[in-house]
């Protein structure tokens, strides 16, 4: 075993820049000073009418203006925005040239409801509009943009484009485990030597009208709407939802050899990546936690750790009744007796659910949790859940020795992934 | 994957055991290899008229879907795909096998998003005519659409549904993008058992062409095929693609673990290789095929082509500039005998060239203007193609056994 290879023999992966925009703001810099402060981005939602929700707030990202809206187009500036930031921290390749592949975790795409209405108000008003009128409006021309725009690989494309990331990017949707399923992929890539290094986002700028309804009607959003800043609340007995939030979240990964060859400063290892299914139900946990059981350790097998060597859990944590109760029966049957005194943070408190971009966001707040040693709280927390007897971190930050965090993500779907970052190889 | 598994010297050897299409010929591997040979092509000129839409064959969902629940909480494009998935699984031997389900690996190539075209309609309609009010929109939303519905519309709902009905839970992915996310499915599954981290993959998609929502997209730049059928190679006046219904998933797997278990191989995946042109100057995709021509590494000789080309504009063209190189080897064009079934298509071709090789011989052309000719000899080795109508090329090579 050679000094850059892990104890299994495969490449260490490491990570040499990151990323981050969410309701908190722009920047690494800025998110962490907000995050560890304990502060929240979630607020009444301003971007469309609100008239008739039964939520009303989110964690809007309203810092970058999209004009006409469209939450493809706020994904796509949103993912450029992270992945400047992680390339010019890692200060590889050149200019629109990145010398790996791109892994891209994006809502899924579809012709969104103001371009729709721009078609039906082209077709005319005195005509009845269905979607034969629609097809004969796009057919005439003048919305050719719209193709490229609404193809589900129009922001990978763009991206590619924009970073010159190399070959076929790949667009990724395991819904809300979509940003950790992205830097698993790269990982494996630089594991089976096929790169160098790779360009991991997540993005999203879901924060639509009908996507907001659509969350509703499977009530799974908090419905907290009087004082926005209260409404997510991980953990708490008074938890009621989960908020809809964007964001987005980058890293560079390299293989250690790439990057000590090159001089870079390195911030953290990806040790391990785990993930497993569920086939109990279209959105609910199998009751018995097995699935999420599985990923977590499979995420410890792949890093070679055992449970005594995590300092610290970035939760999933999504503040919905069922998430938090699976999400401490998983955990607690892994960790044992560690349940009691390992932190269990969920940053989703203060920057609300990024759905696609969460494990990439969440990933970034790990790595500099490591770089800092202060965990961020999961604030919101007033009232205890008895039957989840985590350390949350209640409310305010917390400066700890952490050399290794587990960072997990579940998703609709049966979607289960585990990340494991350290500071150092282990 | 419960364990961590030691690094390979060597790639490791991956078969395709199980082959699992339905379509507008029909379903299974008989009756497909009957209508390829037969040169039928089932279309539809008029129920999406002036689109031309290869329609999915009636299909019996209750043989690979039997919970009517389950089926409900599906649009088509999911049931066409968890039904493909479910042949699969079959062809594979593997159905209903937890020990070896529980540990196989899924990638999904999907869409997503059947809308309800009747709430979208009225909601326009009523916005058109000056009847909506600030908060119209909400209001006809949150008392008009489905709650299921939004399951049926997310991309990685196809994955979920085939993890619930068929019980496939080693792992779950859903790659999103058109062709490239068919193409990329299949090398990624490749990758990962050719490096030893998986030893068996469920590996596909399902398409439902007959959509109007999902012709809309195409039709922003007049990609859709109008009014009559023709060949892909055929279609110089009046380029696109006609939308075709289907599913297609291959099972993959490592070659100790299909002996171990005493599966036979329709033929052996060699290799998948994808790239993205960026296709800003003309020459583009016949330089990206030409480079991904040597990258597979296939040679000309006992070779056939099975391309999934769309028939859009220039990208066929420039498909047609590629191939001309290698006039010698015959060619077959899926999309003139299935339709587009965007990321159905690379999948489906790797099917049927496992198939031909299986019954070793290349079945018949169809096609007027003589690009494709026929193959009087097996085949030893068949190069599916994958060109994006708007982006992304992929190679495959699948080689008999």
Sequence with gaps: ?426 | MAETRPVVSEPVEAWITGIGIVSSLGEGPDAHWDALNAKRVNVDETAFAPYVVHPLVPVSYDAQIPKKGDQRQMEAWQRIGTYAAGLALDSAGVKGNKDILSKMDMIVAAGGGERDLNVDSSILNSEAHGDATPGYLNEKLLNDLRPTLFLAQLSNLLAGNIAIVHGVTGSSRTFMGEEAAGVDAVRIALARIADGQSDIALVGAGHNGERKDMMLLYEFDNFNLRDKYSSVWDRKDKSGFALGSGGAFLVIESKAHAEARGAKPFARLKTVVADRAKRKDGGEVTASLDNLWGKVGAGDANTAIITGATGAEPATSEELSFLKKHADVPVRATGSSFGHAVETQFPLGIGLAALSLSRGALYATNDSTGTEIEMSKAPAQIVVIGTGHWRGEGMALVESI
């Design chain 1, 1 to 426: 075993m050679s000094a850059t290879r892990d104890k299994f023999g495969r490449p260490i992966v490491v990570v040499t820049g990151m990323g981050v925009a969410t309701s908190l703001g722009a920047g690494k810099e800025d998110n962490w000073k907000k995050l560890t402060a304990g502060e929240s981005g979630i607020r009444t939602i301003t971007r469309f009418p609100i008239d008739g929700m039964k939520t009303t707030m989110a964690g809007t990202v309203d810092f970058v203006k999209v004009d006409p809206f469209s939450s493809t187009d706020l994904g796509e500036k949103l993912g450029e925005m992270v992945a400047e930031e992680a390339i010019a921290q890692a200060g590889i390749g050149a200019k629109g040239d990145f010398p790996g592949p791109l892994f891209l975790a994006v809502a899924p795409v579809e012709v969104e409801w103001p371009q729709r209405q721009a078609l039906a108000k082209a077709a005319g008003a005195n005509t009845d509009i269905n979607y034969d009128t629609l097809l004969r409006t796009a057919g005439s021309g003048g919305f050719t943009e719209y193709h490229r725009r609404f193809l589900f690989g129009s922001v990978a494309d763009s991206l590619a484009d924009t970073f010159g990331t190399k070959g076929s990017p790949i667009s990724l949707s395991t819904a809300c485990a979509s940003g950790a399923t992205a830097i698993q992929l790269g990982v494996e890539a630089i594991r089976r030597g096929e790169a160098d290094a790779a360009l991991c986002v997540g993005t999203d700028g879901s924060v639509n009208p009908e996507a907001l309804i659509r969350f509703s009607l499977l009530s799974a959003l908090s419905t907290n709407n009087e004082t926005p800043s209260k409404a997510s609340r991980p953990f708490a007995k008074n938890r009621e939802g989960f908020v809809m939030a964007e964001g987005a979240g980058a890293l560079v990964l390299e293989s250690l050899e790439s990057a000590k060859a090159r001089g870079a400063k390195i911030l953290g290892i990806v040790a391990g990546c785990g993930e497993l299914a569920d086939n109990f139900h279209r959105t609910r946990s199998s009751p018995d936690g097995k699935p999420i059981i599985g990923c977590v350790k499979n995420g410890l097998i792949d890093a070679g750790m055992t449970v005594d060597q995590i300092d610290y859990i970035n939760a999933h944590g999504t503040g919905t009744p069922e998430n938090d109760k699976m999400e401490y029966l998983g955990i607690s049957t892994v960790f044992g007796e560690l349940t009691k005194t390992v932190p269990v943070s969920s940053n989703k408190s203060m920057v609300g659910h990024t759905l696609s971009a969460a494990g990439a966001v969440e990933a970034v707040f790990s790595l500099l949790t490591l770089e800092h040693q202060r965990i961020p709280p999961t604030i919101n927390y007033d009232v205890p859940d008895p039957a989840i007897p985590f350390d949350v971190v209640p409310n305010t930050a917390r400066d700890a020795r952490v050399t290794a965090v587990m960072s997990n993500s579940f998703g609709f779907g049966g979607q289960n992934a585990s990340l494991i970052l350290t500071g150092e190889p282990v």
